[in-house]
């Protein structure tokens, strides 16, 4: 077995193609049958089937993004896994890409403090294996239903340095806050100066040219400090809700 791999349910050969790749680029054969496209339809359904089910459970959660590079001699690694304490002192599950650098650090001090550890490992051509303070893992093989993951069980998210991953997830939360997809979703990014540069060109290149508006970059919170992280991602909604939201089970809370 050592060159098989779990993806979802099913074990795949290290050889063959991520089911990503396999979606976006069609062979000479497919676009003679015209008959892959509407089968892999039902291994997506049953992908998200698979997530709302593991997942469905979890209660309120924190999502945390960051970098698979970070080593655990990083002051960023070590923020990261008290962060995943605190909001285990607060009731709050973490979920992560599963991986390795941040995404364990925030597991690993969740796991150690008594929280519910979640991590959403993706189907990559190198191989990424959960980190071992994973409570609960899930394997995906598409990025668009482990991003809905992501976000579907999610209170809040917490963001910190990393790199194109880190940055995709960033700007998908941005554009589902500025379009209403999803509300009061707290979006914090730890670590102000490495992220200094990115504000200021947003403000300074795309908001000047009128790309954004003023209010899309107070969408964004940012701290150095865990505790206030824990703190930001976690606030009561500021609006009234009229049912427990499905996916945390947060109670009703009156409007101020």
């Known amino acids: ?54 997942l469905g459970e979890v209660g309120p959660a924190v999502t945390v993004f960051g970098s698979a590079r970070s080593k655990p001699d990083d002051p960023y690694y070590k923020d990261g896994i008290l962060l995943g304490a605190a909001l285990a002192r607060r009731g709050f599950a973490v979920i992560t890409g599963g991986g390795p650098g941040i995404m364990e650090a925030v597991n690993r001090g969740c796991h150690e403090a008594g929280g519910l550890s979640v991590g959403c490992n993706i189907e990559l051509p190198q191989e990424q294996s959960l980190n071992k303070y994973v409570d609960l893992g899930v394997e995906f093989r598409y990025f668009f239903v482990r991003k809905n993951m992501f976000v579907k069980y999610a209170r809040g998210f917490v963001i910190f340095p990393g790199g194109i991953g880190t940055l995709d997830e960033l700007f998908e939360s941005l554009t589902l806050a500025q379009t209403g997809k999803i509300e009061h979703f707290p979006i914090v990014l730890y670590g102000t100066s490495y992220w200094k540069g990115l504000l200021d060109w947003l ?24 505790e206030e992280a824990a703190e930001m991602a976690t606030r009561p909604l500021p609006v009234k809700v009229q049912e427990p939201r499905e996916q945390t089970g947060e109670p009703e809370v009156d409007a101020r």
């Open 1 to 54: 077995m050592s060159d098989r791999r779990r993806a979802g349910r099913l074990v795949v050969p290290t050889e063959q193609a991520p089911a990503d790749k396999a979606l976006l680029e069609r062979d000479s054969i497919e676009e003679l049958s015209h008959h892959a496209d509407p089968w892999r339809v039902l291994r997506i359904l049953s992908e998200f089937v698979e997530g709302f089910d593991a």
């Open 203 to 226: 403000k300074d290149v795309v908001l000047s040219a009128g790309a954004i508006a003023a209010d899309d970059l107070k969408l964004l919170s940012f701290t150095d400090d865990p």
